[in-house]
Every structure is written in structure tokens, then in C-alpha cells.
């Protein structure tokens, strides 16, 4: 992956960035601290590692996170109010979490202040050495505020807009005017059809929360040229992009369903009330019966507003290629041709795209129709969605990944992986020592391997393990000198293969622990 021009990243926001500080402070106040372990959050408002503790360590870079969950943009927060408490001081009669309150809690300790402008107070009270990037993803709990239902909300919605912006113009402004940060990357929101509660919303309130993440945008755009013009390195990655992308073509990410898996906000558990009062109650969220029996990692939403870690894992990919290559977000039934050496990421969304990469480590996501896209020079990866896809890798070590569909991948002169993904694709190596990679369900591919050395990696199971011995006790001298194996009953036609063998873990396969395979994982394809 390219290098980004810092060695510092440095992540304001609230829980979609918080990497675990509103657990710490509420585990210095409360007997059962937030988000709730006991119900499969991981320290983090989701099920494993969100987007702030993976990201970094794609750049390479070192990291520290500010960002707090129930963060707003404008304003102050303290956590007692967080917390739903009336006041910092005892006694807290009525309030849900006054029974989880520890005893030697003091007004100090729950006067911590979550919100943005407090965030970056403290990061500036600490000075810091290196070529440092400042992220900003905030303003989510801001507009949690609005009434959608209230056809004057419009009024409000503009009002709010402003504050958050220039809320977060302030911030940005702060850390470049002191010196601490010279790069600046500003997330838009997500796309308002993402969230599970959109479905339940009148289509006239999901329209015009539409127009306000595009406002946001735009607002967030022009933030960042007049950063620019100020000598700053400033961009801005497009999440409404990319959820929008994720909820058309949730299965070319390796998503099922969209949640959520558990009934809550992640700070509304269900309460038990304990017989004895010196007891602790119990604290728990009810699954939901619609992704029952699903693994987490098939399902977009971990709880009604945070996604699961698998969605995060494709959040950081995305920011790791949209913050160190030139991004290119398509319309519907395009056309682009790079001709340059530069680094590229193109999300070509709906429609039937044609896509040539040019000379650089060009990462292009085809998006839903049957898209083509031709690979150039270097490692590029291309992701062809969903829809009967053409992709060709042409020169360089590249991946190739077709996703649902019935598609065609044709390797290039160089050492290429290829995933076929669901439906029944032909997969062709071409020339170069090719990996290719199965696994059941994938479909019924025919698979070439060209001239090279090439290695077939099945994903282990009952199912494989006895194919591929199968296939082994009865191959004649033939068959191993044109590298064809007998698989069909696996639905997979193999010819010009060198080495069949099963994989338990993606580390067991060349690139999969650190190279383009690890990064494919990341974007739910294999």
C-alpha cells in the first residue's frame, strides 16, 4: 500500500471512532461499565476492532484516539449527562444508572466534557513530534437532535448544519493554527439509507436527511479547500459514498443481512432489577430473531446504530486508499480511463461501468452491474460487485475478486490472486505463478491456470478434504502433466493447476497475513 505523508494519526469523533475511552470512563464510575461486555461488545461500541484501531496500522503509522462515544460536535458534554444524571453530585435518585454508580465517585469524575472542542483541548495539551494527520468523523449525535417527522425541522436543519460545521471548521483550524497537525481528513456521514431505522422512517424524512449529508459534504469540501489555501494538506473521505455502496451491494462485501443483531443502542440495555437491593440488577439486549444463527460477521449492524467490525474492516480499508491515493466516486454507466503512474481508487457504484486503471497501485470497486475493468501496470485490486463482471489484470501482481455473479477474471503476465466469489465464474490465470482462491458456496467456477506455477487453495472442510483426497488417490500421469483435477464434486472444473491445497486460515496462503489477500479479507470478499 502506498505511504501516507505522516506518521501520526491522531482520530477526533464519537463511537463510530471511539477506540475504547467511553468504556474506561464509565468503568471509573460504574459497578457495570458501558459498552456491555457481557452482551458481545468488545470494549468498543461493536463486536470487535473498529475502523480508529485498524486503520493505523494499514498507513503504518502510529495512532492516538480522542474520540469519545455520545461526542457532539457543538458544545459541551459532560458525562454525567451522558449518563442521563441531573447533576454531577449525589444523591442521583431516579435515575436508571444510579444503582451502578460506585461509591467513591466524585463531581470531577463525571464532569468530563465528551464533546468535540474538549477532544481536541486535550490532544493540544500534549505536544507532539512528527508529520502529524488529524481525523475528524463527528456530528452524527448533533443531528440525532432533529425531529424528521416535524415539517419544520428544515429551519432547524439548517441551523444545525452551520453549528456543526463550523464546529469542526474551529477544530481543524486549532490543531493546523498551533502547529500540531499539518494533514487534515474530514469523514462525511454516512448515506442516510445505511442505518437499520432508515427502513422505518417516511420516505419524504429519509429524502431530506439525504440533502442534509450532501449539504454536510459540500460544507466539509469547502472546509477543506480553504484548509488548503492555508497551507494544510486537507481531504475529504466520501462515507456517504461508501455506505450507500454497502447497503446497494451488501453481498459483495460478504454481508447478509443488515441487523441488527442486537435490540439497542449499545446504552440502553434492558434492566433486571435484583431481589436483593444490595445486588447489582442485570444488564442485557435482546438478539434480534431476524439474524439469528448468522455469524456477526455476515451482518452489517452490531446494534441499531453502530455497525459490526466486519463493516469497519471495509470502513478502514476504504479511509487507508482514499487518504493515499486520488479518489474517484462514478455515476451510474461510466466510463474512465487513467493513463497516468498515480495511485487511484475508484467506487463506480450502480450501473454498467467501464474502467481502465492506469501505471499506479489502482484499487477500483465495480459496484452493482456488469461492469469491465482492465488492470494497467503495478498491483492493482479490482473488486468487480456484484452483476456479471469482466475484470483483467493485465500487468503487475494483481488481485482480481468478482463477487456475486457470474464473472470473468483473466489474470495477466505477472503473479496474480483470483477470487471467483459467488456464482459460477471462469477464473484464467494466464501466464505468472497465480493463486487462486475457493471456497463452498463460491459456485461452480472453471478454473484455468495458464502457464506458471499456480496453487489452487481450497478452504478446509469436510466437504473439501474429501474431494481433494479423492481427487489425489486417482490421478493419472496425464492429469498431473496438464494439471487437471477431478473436483465436480465440488462444481469446480480445474485445469493447468500445479498444487491443489486447503487453507484453515487466509495466513496459510501467500498475501494473506499482510499483502493484497489480508486487504481483500478487509473488504469482506474472501
Known sequence: MPQPDFDRLVLFGDSLTDAGEIFRLTSEVLAIPFPLESAGYAGVLSNGPVYSQTLPDLLGVDSEVFAVASAQAVGERPL?????????????DGALVAPLILPDTTADDLSFDVNL???????????IEGDTAASFLIGLNDVSRLD??????????????????????AAAQAVVDSGAADTVILYSFPNAAFLPGAADLDPVAVAA??????????????????????????????????????????????????????????????????????????????????????????VQFF??????????????????????????????????????????LILARGGS???????????????????????????????????????????????????????????GSDDDTMIGGTGDDRVDG?????????????????????????TLYLAESAETAAALADAE????????????????????????????????SLEEIPGGSDGALADADLWGVV
Open 473 to 504: 488417490s486417482g490421478r493419472s500421469f496425464w492429469e498431473a502433466f496438464f494439471g487437471t483435477w477431478d473436483l465436480g464434486d465440488l462444481g469446480l472444473s480445474v485445469s493447468g493447476i500445479e498444487k491443489v491445497r486447503l487453507f484453515a
Open 80 to 92: 454525567w449527562q451522558v449518563l442521563g444524571l441531573d447533576d454531577p453530585n449525589p444523591p442521583f
Open 209 to 298: 436527511l439525504d440533502v442534509f449529508v450532501g449539504l454536510h459534504e459540500v460544507a466539509l469540501r469547502d472546509l477543506a479547500s480553504d484548509l488548503e489555501d492555508d497551507g494544510a494538506d486537507a481531504m475529504v473521505v466520501d462515507l456517504n459514498a461508501l455506505t450507500a455502496e454497502i447497503d446497494a451491494d451488501m453481498a459483495a462485501f460478504g454481508l447478509e443481512a443488515k441487523g441488527p443483531v442486537l435490540l439497542g443502542t449499545g446504552t440502553d440495555p434492558q434492566i433486571i432489577l435484583p431481589a436483593d437491593p444490595g445486588d447489582l440488577p442485570t444488564l442485557f439486549f435482546p438478539e434480534d430473531p431476524a439474524v439469528a444463527g448468522l455469524d456477526p460477521a455476515q
Open 430 to 454: 494466464r501466464s505468472g505463478d497465480d493463486v487462486f482462491v475457493w471456497a463452498p458456496g463460491d459456485g461452480d467456477d472453471t478454473i484455468i491456470g495458464g502457464s506458471g506455477n499456480d
Open 148 to 169: 424528521l417527522e416535524d415539517p419544520g425541522a428544515l429551519f432547524d436543519a439548517i441551523t444545525l448544519l452551520n453549528n456543526v460545521v463550523e464546529s469542526t471548521r
Open 117 to 127: 472542542g474538549a477532544q481536541v483541548d486535550r490532544f493540544l495539551a500534549e505536544p
Open 353 to 411: 461501468d467501464f474502467i481502465t486503471l492506469g501505471g499506479g497501485d489502482d484499487i477500483a470497486l465495480g459496484g452493482t452491474g456488469n461492469d469491465t475493468v482492465f488492470g494497467n501496470g503495478d498491483e492493482d485490486l479490482i473488486l468487480g460487485g456484484s452483476g456479471r463482471d469482466d475484470v483483467r489484470g493485465g500487468t503487475g501482481d494483481d488481485l482480481l475478486a468478482g463477487g456475486p455473479g457470474r464473472d470473468r477474471l483473466t489474470g
Open 303 to 344: 446494534d441499531f446504530l453502530h455497525p459490526t467490525t466486519a463493516v469497519h474492516d471495509v470502513f478502514a480499508v476504504y479511509s487507508a486508499a482514499a487518504i493515499t491515493r486520488e479518489t474517484h466516486v462514478l455515476s451510474e454507466f461510466t466510463s474512465i480511463r487513467l493513463f497516468d503512474g498515480d495511485d487511484h
